[in-house]
């Protein structure tokens, strides 16, 4: 899947994975940085949609991070 599938994906779902995947491919991050509240709310609202984000960064050589929320 290329990167524009993904967001062409992502602006249809009900979540923001959109705003965090451009941030990624826009400043060429090698990684995408995700609040862990925020990975909670989409793995509960949009299991797949959020299965896709994992797995698109790891098949393109990148990481999720989860940071923490305190």
């Known amino acids: 899947m290329t990167a524009d599938e993904l967001l062409a994906h992502l602006r249809k779902s009900r979540t923001d994975l959109a705003r965090f995947v451009e941030g990624m491919l826009r400043h060429e991050l090698p990684y995408l940085a995700v609040p862990s ?22 098949a393109h050589g990148k990481s999720v991070l989860l940071v923490p929320i305190e």
């Not at 925020?38 to 960064?57: H, L, S, Y």
Request: some cysteine.
């Open 37 to 58: 509240d925020a990975v909670q709310a989409w793995q509960e609202r949009e299991p797949q949609t959020w299965a896709m984000v994992c797995d698109w960064p790891a």
